[in-house]
């Protein structure tokens, strides 16, 4: 599956009504506040410039100008989540410090960067050509410039019952191993710095969506809100095998850091 066919299936599901009632406008597990620790990690700092690849709304990115007060650009394949970012941007009054811009990670246009910093916030897993666009956005670091990832651990193989174009929009077809990051930032030619497993935030994550499930069901119920109960279905039996690869330990979620040496 390519680059664009992976961000096509998250669009898809991302645009979803039931999939924004679940998720809210931050679509990681972890939320700002794991956005603020992974940020902290890799030393980010006032004269900073960031890239933060795979920006959806732009959320991460004004969390990150706001309370870091680098400047930003923001990249995203999706049109709309452009339109979405700038509009947020303009509300939070950062459009001075932080830019967003439609594009492919393998393929970043010339005038983009340099960067002393990239953010990838459980996008690693929804990359098929992890190496090469790891390559791509490593070249726009001087040396010394860090790569913060926070992303869907995955010990041994998905499910057959959880494959499909669901499971890619929840980054799990992609997903790696704890090691198999550690690997691949290794080979890119990073030095690692922090590799840290965080089972705490995808068992918390996926509380907060069956949490919100049942609200969706009950207003459902009440015909205070319309979603296809087909939708609700394949959400339902997906939480319940995604819940029991969570608590197996089989299915998690960790932060690494690491810089070009």
């Known amino acids: 599956m390519t680059t664009i066919s992976i961000a096509a299936c998250c669009t898809s599901f991302y645009g979803h009504p039931l999939a924004r009632f679940l998720l809210g406008d931050s679509f990681h597990p972890g ?25 959806g709304l732009g959320t991460s990115a004004i969390f990150a100008a706001k309370t870091f007060g680098c400047r930003v650009t923001g990249i995203t394949l999706e049109a709309s989540g452009v339109a979405a970012a700038r509009k947020l941007a303009a509300s939070e009054g950062v459009t001075d410090r932080v830019a967003f811009v439609q594009g492919d990670l393998s ?3 010339p005038s983009l960067g340099p960067f002393n910093a990239v953010l990838l916030e459980c996008v690693m897993s929804t990359l098929p050509e992890k190496s090469d666009a790891l390559r791509t956005l490593i070249d726009r670091l001087p040396t010394g410039g860090r790569v913060a990832v926070s992303d869907i651990t995955l010990e041994g193989v998905l499910p057959v019952s959880l494959r499909g174009p669901a499971s890619s929009a929840l980054c799990l077809d992609g997903a790696l191993s704890f090691d198999g990051y550690r690997e691949l930032l290794g080979r890119a030619g990073l030095a690692l710095e922090v590799a840290e497993p965080v089972p705490h935030v995808a068992a918390s994550f996926v509380r907060h969506l069956r949490g919100r499930l049942l609200i969706a069901e009950a207003a459902v119920g009440l015909g205070k809100i319309a979603f296809e109960p087909e939708a609700l279905a394949t959400v339902r039996r997906y939480m319940r095998e995604v819940t029991a690869l969570v608590e197996s330990g089989r299915l998690s979620y960790a932060l690494f850091v690491a810089h070009r040496s």
């Open 31 to 55: 939320g700002l506040e794991l956005t603020n620790k992974l940020l902290r990690l890799a030393n980010i700092t006032a004269d900073g410039v960031l890239l933060d690849a795979g920006s």
């Open 107 to 109: 393929a970043l246009a």
